[in-house]
């Protein structure tokens, strides 16, 4: 059974900083693309950042120099460091993990989110 268990969310002023963690079970976890979305009330879902097998790293323009995606394979787990955080940056937080099969389609899974709140 595949679990993906975000964690790290909560309450935090503007320019703050939270670090998110996504703990992954039953997958090959090291050879999953991982993503970060998020979703605030009223909107379609983000992607924010995401982190290949091989190390990459993609940020959605609004996050970039202020989010760093990270990953521990050895841990199965991770990583989403927030900086500098903005009252946009609200919303539920989604781990994803990816992998794209032999017959071309894609294998997804998702989690169950971690609410974030940017407020004073």
């Known amino acids: 059974q595949v679990q993906l268990v975000e964690s790290g969310g909560g309450l935090v002023q503007p320019g703050g900083s939270l670090r998110l963690s996504c703990a992954a079970s039953?997958?090959?976890?090291?050879?999953?693309?991982m993503g970060w979305y998020r979703q605030a009330p009223g909107k379609q879902r983000e992607l924010v950042a995401v982190?290949?097998?091989?190390?990459?790293?993609n940020y959605t323009d609004s996050v970039k120099g202020r989010f760093t995606v990270s990953r521990v394979n050895a841990e199965n787990t991770v990583y989403l460091q927030m900086n500098s955080l903005e009252p946009q940056g609200t919303a539920v937080y989604y781990c994803?993990?990816?992998?794209?099969?032999?017959?071309?389609?894609?294998?997804?899974?998702w989690g169950e989110g971690t609410q974030v709140t940017v407020s004073s």
């Open positions: 994803n993990a990816r992998r794209r099969l032999s017959t071309g389609t894609d294998l997804v899974y």
């Open positions: 039953g997958i090959i976890f090291k050879i999953y693309n």
């Open positions: 982190i290949t097998s091989g190390g990459s790293t």
